[in-house]
């Protein structure tokens, strides 16, 4: 089953602090994608990611392709930084144009 | 910065009733998507469009669903008879070209009662 998770669910940490959030995925992909959910419901995408890293800014977001695993790490987060991380990808195996979620992980950046 | 748009961002209709949501995407993409997210559940795909045809569509995406391009800008979701669980958000994205990055619309709360 193609599935998508996220880790942690939640997520507290003091402003300045460098943050981890950690997607995984059970088959191969073509395309990862890192989507940042406001408070207000709004949707932005941050990356779009099918090997190595990228950075904007205070975000940085890896891909290991072997290990179906990808990261986004904040550095010197701060309380804008709040809101929910939401991975997605799209799979090599089934639809094409398909993207499948995460559940998300809800990130609190406090002064 | 071109961007996604929707209208309305709230739409609050009775149980039965037919709604359209609208979604103006960004003007040279070519593939269109729909999604939805029901409160506190994660985001889900519906159904994407290109060249005027759907391409891909989910088992959420039944006949009570439709999609059209009905002029150059326009891309719209039609919900013919509403049901309580359809209450959520949706949003609408678009993408130069499949594989590319997606811009998402700023959403429409759809509440069914």
């Known amino acids: 089953k193609n599935e998508v998770e996220q880790s942690p669910q939640n997520l507290t940490a003091q402003e300045g602090e460098f943050i981890t959030i950690n997607c995984s995925y059970s088959?191969?992909?073509?395309?990862l994608h890192w989507l940042q959910q406001h408070p207000g419901g709004g949707i932005v995408s941050l990356f779009m990611?099918?090997?190595g890293k990228k950075k904007h800014g205070r975000l940085i977001a890896t891909i290991n392709i072997q290990e179906k695993h990808s990261s986004l790490h904040i550095t010197a987060s701060h309380p804008r930084d709040s809101a929910v991380y939401i991975c997605?990808?799209?799979?090599?195996?089934?639809?094409?144009?398909?993207?499948?979620f995460g559940t998300g992980t809800r990130l609190q950046v406090t002064l | 910065e071109p961007e996604v748009t929707q209208t309305p961002s709230h739409q609050v209709t009775q149980m039965g009733q037919e709604v359209i949501l609208r979604c103006v995407p960004i003007?040279?993409?070519?593939?269109f998507y729909w999604y939805r997210q029901i409160l506190g559940q994660k985001v889900e795909f519906l159904v994407s469009f290109y060249n005027n045809e759907i391409s891909e569509k989910s088992e959420i995406f039944d006949d009570q669903f439709s999609v059209e391009r009905p002029d150059g800008s326009n891309f719209t979701l039609k919900i013919r008879s509403t049901k309580l669980e359809d209450s959520a958000m949706y949003f609408c994205a678009s993408s130069e070209w499949l594989v590319y990055e997606q811009y998402f619309g700023p959403g429409t709360r759809l509440t069914v009662t």
């Open positions: 990611l099918s090997s």
């Open positions: 088959v191969g992909i073509s395309a």
């Open positions: 003007s040279n993409h070519l593939y």
């Open positions: 997605a990808v799209r799979f090599l195996i089934g639809t094409a144009s398909k993207l499948t």
